[in-house]
């Protein structure tokens, strides 16, 4: 699965199709993650919740 588009600062843009501004926002969200010491997890897509495409878990300090 592969969901295109961009993110610009806290907003992000899904693409319709592939272009010059779009890329991975999966890979950039994971991107992210790693890079804010936080953790990404790759998991088979037949042991996610009713057999959905992505999960997250989201986890902030109060």
């Given at each position: 699965?592969e969901?295109?588009?961009?993110?610009?600062?806290?907003?992000?843009?899904l693409?319709e199709?592939?272009?010059a501004g779009?890329?991975?926002?999966?890979?950039?969200?994971?991107?992210?993650v790693?890079?804010?010491g936080?953790?990404a997890?790759?998991?088979?897509?037949g042991?996610l919740?009713?057999?959905d495409?992505?999960?997250?878990i989201?986890?902030?300090?109060l």
């Open positions: 699965m969901s295109l588009g961009a993110i610009y600062g806290s907003d992000a843009e693409a199709a592939p272009g779009s890329y991975g926002v999966l890979d950039a969200i994971a991107r992210r790693l890079l804010s936080g953790e997890l790759a998991e088979r897509q042991d919740p009713d057999g495409a992505v999960a997250a989201l986890r902030y300090a």
